[in-house]
Protein backbone atom coordinates (compact mmCIF):
# COMPACT_ATOMS: atom_id res chain seq x y z
CA UNK A 1 0.00 0.00 0.00
CA UNK A 2 1.67 3.49 -1.06
CA UNK A 3 0.27 6.76 1.26
CA UNK A 4 0.88 9.75 -0.54
CA UNK A 5 0.27 13.31 1.10
CA UNK A 6 -2.34 15.48 0.23
CA UNK A 7 -2.09 17.06 -3.53
CA UNK A 8 -3.28 20.60 -4.35
CA UNK A 9 -6.48 20.71 -6.34
CA UNK A 10 -5.73 23.95 -8.57
CA UNK A 11 -2.23 23.98 -9.82
CA UNK A 12 -1.35 26.59 -12.09
CA UNK A 13 2.11 26.68 -13.69
CA UNK A 14 2.63 29.64 -16.56
CA UNK A 15 3.67 33.08 -17.21
CA UNK A 16 2.56 35.81 -16.11
CA UNK A 17 -0.77 34.28 -15.12
CA UNK A 18 -1.24 32.37 -18.49
CA UNK A 19 -1.29 28.69 -17.70
CA UNK A 20 1.40 27.45 -19.86
CA UNK A 21 -0.22 24.13 -22.30
CA UNK A 22 3.25 21.82 -22.42
CA UNK A 23 3.76 19.20 -20.28
CA UNK A 24 6.42 19.38 -18.03
CA UNK A 25 9.73 17.63 -19.18
CA UNK A 26 8.67 17.45 -22.70
CA UNK A 27 11.62 17.13 -24.82
CA UNK A 28 12.87 16.95 -28.93
CA UNK A 29 16.53 15.33 -29.87
CA UNK A 30 17.25 18.20 -31.99
CA UNK A 31 19.85 15.70 -33.83
CA UNK A 32 20.12 13.75 -36.94
CA UNK A 33 20.21 9.76 -37.37
CA UNK A 34 18.10 6.84 -36.55
CA UNK A 35 14.52 7.16 -35.42
CA UNK A 36 10.89 7.82 -36.30
CA UNK A 37 9.95 11.47 -37.36
CA UNK A 38 11.24 12.51 -40.73
CA UNK A 39 14.01 15.21 -40.51
CA UNK A 40 15.20 15.90 -44.42
CA UNK A 41 16.69 14.74 -47.60
CA UNK A 42 20.43 14.19 -48.66
CA UNK A 43 22.11 13.38 -51.44
CA UNK A 44 23.68 9.78 -51.22
CA UNK A 45 27.15 8.91 -49.26
CA UNK A 46 29.43 6.33 -50.18
CA UNK A 47 29.34 5.63 -46.18
CA UNK A 48 25.30 5.13 -46.28
CA UNK A 49 23.39 2.00 -45.92
CA UNK A 50 21.86 0.94 -48.73
CA UNK A 51 18.51 0.60 -46.71
CA UNK A 52 18.44 4.36 -45.87
CA UNK A 53 17.95 5.24 -49.45
CA UNK A 54 14.43 6.88 -50.01
CA UNK A 55 13.19 5.51 -53.53
CA UNK A 56 10.83 7.37 -54.02
CA UNK A 57 13.01 10.93 -53.59
CA UNK A 58 15.65 8.92 -55.82
CA UNK A 59 13.23 8.26 -58.75
CA UNK A 60 11.95 11.75 -58.35
CA UNK A 61 14.91 13.51 -58.52
CA UNK A 62 16.96 11.08 -60.62
CA UNK A 63 19.75 10.74 -58.26
CA UNK A 64 20.07 8.79 -55.30
CA UNK A 65 18.86 10.23 -52.02
CA UNK A 66 18.75 9.24 -48.49
CA UNK A 67 16.37 10.98 -45.67
CA UNK A 68 17.38 11.16 -41.94
CA UNK A 69 15.17 10.92 -39.24
CA UNK A 70 15.29 13.07 -35.75
CA UNK A 71 17.36 10.89 -33.42
CA UNK A 72 15.75 9.52 -30.14
CA UNK A 73 17.85 10.74 -27.65
CA UNK A 74 17.94 10.93 -24.08
CA UNK A 75 18.28 13.85 -21.53
CA UNK A 76 20.43 14.15 -18.57
CA UNK A 77 18.19 16.01 -16.05
CA UNK A 78 18.60 17.16 -12.60
CA UNK A 79 16.13 18.21 -9.86
CA UNK A 80 16.77 20.76 -7.22
CA UNK A 81 14.20 20.77 -4.94
CA UNK A 82 14.06 23.46 -2.55
CA UNK A 83 12.07 22.23 1.03
CA UNK A 84 13.62 25.13 3.48
CA UNK A 85 11.41 26.84 5.74
CA UNK A 86 9.75 29.45 3.08
CA UNK A 87 8.68 26.40 1.39
CA UNK A 88 6.12 25.78 4.12
CA UNK A 89 4.34 28.93 3.85
CA UNK A 90 0.25 28.28 3.05
CA UNK A 91 -2.25 26.05 4.17
CA UNK A 92 -2.13 22.48 4.70
CA UNK A 93 -1.80 20.37 1.30
CA UNK A 94 -1.68 23.60 -0.05
CA UNK A 95 2.13 25.02 0.27
CA UNK A 96 4.67 26.01 -1.46
CA UNK A 97 6.37 23.07 -1.27
CA UNK A 98 2.87 20.66 -2.50
CA UNK A 99 2.99 22.39 -5.01
CA UNK A 100 6.71 22.56 -6.12
CA UNK A 101 6.23 18.25 -5.30
CA UNK A 102 3.70 18.04 -7.89
CA UNK A 103 5.77 19.83 -10.65
CA UNK A 104 8.83 17.85 -9.86
CA UNK A 105 6.55 14.53 -9.55
CA UNK A 106 5.51 15.16 -13.24
CA UNK A 107 9.08 15.85 -14.40
CA UNK A 108 9.93 12.35 -13.05
CA UNK A 109 6.93 10.77 -15.05
CA UNK A 110 7.89 12.50 -18.35
CA UNK A 111 11.59 10.89 -17.76
CA UNK A 112 10.35 7.27 -16.90
CA UNK A 113 8.74 7.86 -20.29
CA UNK A 114 11.19 9.29 -22.32
CA UNK A 115 13.83 6.82 -20.47
CA UNK A 116 16.18 10.37 -19.74
CA UNK A 117 18.83 10.26 -16.95
CA UNK A 118 17.19 11.98 -13.97
CA UNK A 119 18.80 13.38 -10.30
CA UNK A 120 17.39 14.41 -7.61
CA UNK A 121 19.05 17.32 -5.17
CA UNK A 122 17.31 18.34 -2.20
CA UNK A 123 18.15 21.40 -0.51
CA UNK A 124 17.19 22.41 3.38
CA UNK A 125 18.29 25.30 5.63
CA UNK A 126 20.98 23.53 6.59
CA UNK A 127 22.13 22.68 3.12
CA UNK A 128 22.15 19.82 0.86
CA UNK A 129 19.38 16.95 2.69
CA UNK A 130 19.73 14.00 -0.10
CA UNK A 131 21.28 13.31 -3.50
CA UNK A 132 20.91 10.51 -5.79
CA UNK A 133 22.80 11.22 -9.44
CA UNK A 134 21.01 11.02 -12.74
CA UNK A 135 20.15 7.46 -13.48
CA UNK A 136 17.56 5.73 -15.97
CA UNK A 137 15.64 2.57 -14.20
CA UNK A 138 12.54 2.11 -13.56
CA UNK A 139 13.66 1.63 -9.71
CA UNK A 140 15.46 5.13 -10.07
CA UNK A 141 11.84 7.31 -10.70
CA UNK A 142 10.39 4.66 -8.02
CA UNK A 143 12.85 5.81 -5.61
CA UNK A 144 12.79 9.50 -6.26
CA UNK A 145 8.66 9.92 -6.53
CA UNK A 146 9.06 8.31 -3.10
CA UNK A 147 11.70 10.74 -1.99
CA UNK A 148 9.31 13.87 -3.34
CA UNK A 149 6.49 12.82 -1.30
CA UNK A 150 8.25 12.60 1.90
CA UNK A 151 10.09 15.74 1.48
CA UNK A 152 9.08 18.18 4.68
CA UNK A 153 10.28 21.63 5.27
CA UNK A 154 12.94 22.04 7.39
CA UNK A 155 13.40 24.48 10.44
CA UNK A 156 15.45 28.00 9.35
CA UNK A 157 18.61 28.74 11.30
CA UNK A 158 18.02 31.97 12.55
CA UNK A 159 20.89 32.81 14.21
CA UNK A 160 22.82 33.05 11.23
CA UNK A 161 20.73 34.65 8.73
CA UNK A 162 22.63 37.58 7.05
CA UNK A 163 21.24 39.53 4.27
CA UNK A 164 23.53 40.69 1.23
CA UNK A 165 23.18 43.01 -2.31
CA UNK A 166 24.68 41.92 -5.68
CA UNK A 167 27.58 43.37 -6.87
CA UNK A 168 26.06 45.98 -9.06
CA UNK A 169 23.88 46.74 -6.62
CA UNK A 170 26.38 47.48 -4.42
CA UNK A 171 28.50 49.57 -6.37
CA UNK A 172 24.96 51.36 -7.14
CA UNK A 173 24.50 52.25 -3.89
CA UNK A 174 27.97 53.10 -2.63
CA UNK A 175 28.17 55.96 -5.84
CA UNK A 176 25.04 57.52 -3.82
CA UNK A 177 26.98 58.12 -1.17
CA UNK A 178 28.51 61.55 -1.48
CA UNK A 179 31.95 62.17 -2.57
CA UNK A 180 31.73 65.80 -1.62
CA UNK A 181 30.06 65.31 1.80
CA UNK A 182 33.04 63.81 3.38
CA UNK A 183 31.12 62.80 6.67
CA UNK A 184 32.10 60.26 8.87
CA UNK A 185 29.03 58.23 8.39
CA UNK A 186 29.55 58.19 4.42
CA UNK A 187 33.21 57.11 5.15
CA UNK A 188 32.41 54.34 7.06
CA UNK A 189 29.83 53.04 5.36
CA UNK A 190 31.52 53.45 1.53
CA UNK A 191 33.90 50.43 1.95
CA UNK A 192 31.38 47.69 3.29
CA UNK A 193 29.06 48.84 0.09
CA UNK A 194 31.91 48.57 -2.64
CA UNK A 195 33.77 45.41 -0.93
CA UNK A 196 32.02 41.79 -2.54
CA UNK A 197 33.94 39.98 -0.68
CA UNK A 198 31.20 39.59 1.64
CA UNK A 199 28.74 38.92 -1.22
CA UNK A 200 31.02 36.00 -2.52
CA UNK A 201 31.37 34.01 0.24
CA UNK A 202 27.53 34.66 1.05
CA UNK A 203 26.20 32.74 -2.45
CA UNK A 204 29.09 30.35 -2.27
CA UNK A 205 27.39 28.76 1.06
CA UNK A 206 23.77 29.81 0.31
CA UNK A 207 22.23 25.94 0.16
CA UNK A 208 21.11 26.39 -3.67
CA UNK A 209 24.07 27.92 -5.09
CA UNK A 210 26.47 24.85 -3.12
CA UNK A 211 24.43 22.41 -3.87
CA UNK A 212 24.67 23.42 -7.89
CA UNK A 213 28.03 24.01 -7.96
CA UNK A 214 29.22 20.95 -5.65
CA UNK A 215 27.18 18.51 -7.47
CA UNK A 216 25.18 19.28 -10.94
CA UNK A 217 28.24 21.59 -12.35
CA UNK A 218 30.11 18.24 -12.11
CA UNK A 219 27.80 16.22 -14.03
CA UNK A 220 28.93 15.34 -17.80
CA UNK A 221 27.20 15.83 -20.41
CA UNK A 222 24.42 18.82 -21.51
CA UNK A 223 22.42 19.02 -18.12
CA UNK A 224 18.84 20.54 -17.81
CA UNK A 225 18.53 21.86 -14.32
CA UNK A 226 15.26 21.86 -13.20
CA UNK A 227 15.02 24.50 -9.95
CA UNK A 228 11.54 24.65 -7.81
CA UNK A 229 11.54 27.23 -4.88
CA UNK A 230 9.76 30.65 -4.18
CA UNK A 231 10.92 33.89 -4.47
CA UNK A 232 12.14 34.58 -0.87
CA UNK A 233 16.21 35.12 -1.69
CA UNK A 234 16.36 36.54 -5.21
CA UNK A 235 19.70 36.98 -5.05
CA UNK A 236 20.97 33.85 -4.19
CA UNK A 237 18.34 32.05 -7.29
CA UNK A 238 20.16 34.46 -9.87
CA UNK A 239 23.35 33.66 -9.25
CA UNK A 240 22.36 29.68 -8.83
CA UNK A 241 20.25 30.16 -12.46
CA UNK A 242 23.31 31.75 -13.66
CA UNK A 243 26.02 29.38 -12.15
CA UNK A 244 23.76 26.54 -13.66
CA UNK A 245 23.62 27.66 -17.55
CA UNK A 246 27.24 27.98 -18.01
CA UNK A 247 28.16 26.16 -21.23
CA UNK A 248 25.32 24.23 -23.09
CA UNK A 249 23.26 23.54 -20.34
CA UNK A 250 19.99 24.54 -19.88
CA UNK A 251 17.93 25.75 -16.55
CA UNK A 252 13.85 25.68 -15.98
CA UNK A 253 13.28 27.66 -13.34
CA UNK A 254 9.86 27.16 -11.23
CA UNK A 255 8.82 29.68 -8.83
CA UNK A 256 5.79 30.12 -6.00
CA UNK A 257 5.26 33.63 -5.80
CA UNK A 258 4.73 34.00 -1.67
CA UNK A 259 2.14 36.16 -1.73
CA UNK A 260 -0.45 33.89 -2.97
CA UNK A 261 0.39 30.99 -0.29
CA UNK A 262 0.28 33.47 2.54
CA UNK A 263 -3.72 32.93 4.63
CA UNK A 264 -3.74 36.87 4.60
CA UNK A 265 -1.48 37.89 1.39
CA UNK A 266 -4.66 39.00 -0.40
CA UNK A 267 -6.41 40.87 2.07
CA UNK A 268 -5.26 44.04 0.43
CA UNK A 269 -5.25 44.05 -3.17
CA UNK A 270 -3.94 46.99 -4.17
CA UNK A 271 -0.42 45.38 -1.93
CA UNK A 272 -0.73 42.00 -3.01
CA UNK A 273 -0.73 42.99 -6.73
CA UNK A 274 2.43 44.93 -6.71
CA UNK A 275 3.96 42.38 -4.71
CA UNK A 276 2.95 40.38 -7.45
CA UNK A 277 4.60 42.72 -9.93
CA UNK A 278 7.78 41.96 -8.02
CA UNK A 279 7.65 38.50 -8.02
CA UNK A 280 6.83 38.50 -12.00
CA UNK A 281 9.79 40.75 -12.91
CA UNK A 282 11.97 38.31 -11.23
CA UNK A 283 10.87 35.49 -13.40
CA UNK A 284 10.89 37.57 -16.32
CA UNK A 285 14.46 38.72 -15.58
CA UNK A 286 15.38 35.23 -15.45
CA UNK A 287 13.52 34.14 -18.29
CA UNK A 288 15.52 36.64 -20.75
CA UNK A 289 18.73 34.85 -19.84
CA UNK A 290 20.29 32.52 -22.67
CA UNK A 291 19.18 28.76 -22.17
CA UNK A 292 16.60 29.94 -19.19
CA UNK A 293 13.18 29.33 -18.92
CA UNK A 294 11.40 30.33 -15.83
CA UNK A 295 7.74 29.58 -14.52
CA UNK A 296 5.15 30.79 -11.85
CA UNK A 297 3.82 27.71 -9.51
CA UNK A 298 0.86 29.13 -7.54
CA UNK A 299 -3.18 28.44 -6.69
CA UNK A 300 -4.56 29.40 -9.54
CA UNK A 301 -8.29 30.35 -8.11
CA UNK A 302 -5.69 32.96 -5.90
CA UNK A 303 -4.08 34.26 -8.98
CA UNK A 304 -7.24 34.69 -11.06
CA UNK A 305 -8.68 36.48 -7.81
CA UNK A 306 -5.80 39.30 -7.74
CA UNK A 307 -6.08 39.39 -11.71
CA UNK A 308 -9.59 39.82 -12.15
CA UNK A 309 -9.83 42.36 -9.15
CA UNK A 310 -6.64 44.38 -10.87
CA UNK A 311 -8.39 44.33 -13.94
CA UNK A 312 -11.92 45.52 -12.63
CA UNK A 313 -10.74 48.35 -10.68
CA UNK A 314 -8.77 49.58 -13.38
CA UNK A 315 -11.73 49.45 -15.73
Keep these: ?82 HRATMATGHDGERKLDFVREVAASFTANASQYNDHLGLYTVGDGGLTSS ?51 SAFGSTLQPYFADTTTYIQRIDSDPLFATTRTHIRRLKGTVWTVI ?19 GDDHVLVFLTPTVLFEPGGLADMEA ?28 GDRLAALLTTRRQARA
Design 228 to 246: LTDDSNPVELRETVKLARR
Design 132 to 182: DAPASMASHYRAIRSWLFDLEPTEADTGSATHSHDPATARQQASQLSDDDA
Design 1 to 82: MTVEPRTPTNLHVGQGGVETAAAYGEHKAGKSGAGLDPAELREYQASDAAHDIDWKATARLNSPFVRQYEAETDRTMALLVD
Design 272 to 299: AYERYVEFEELRRELSNLSRVEAFEVAP
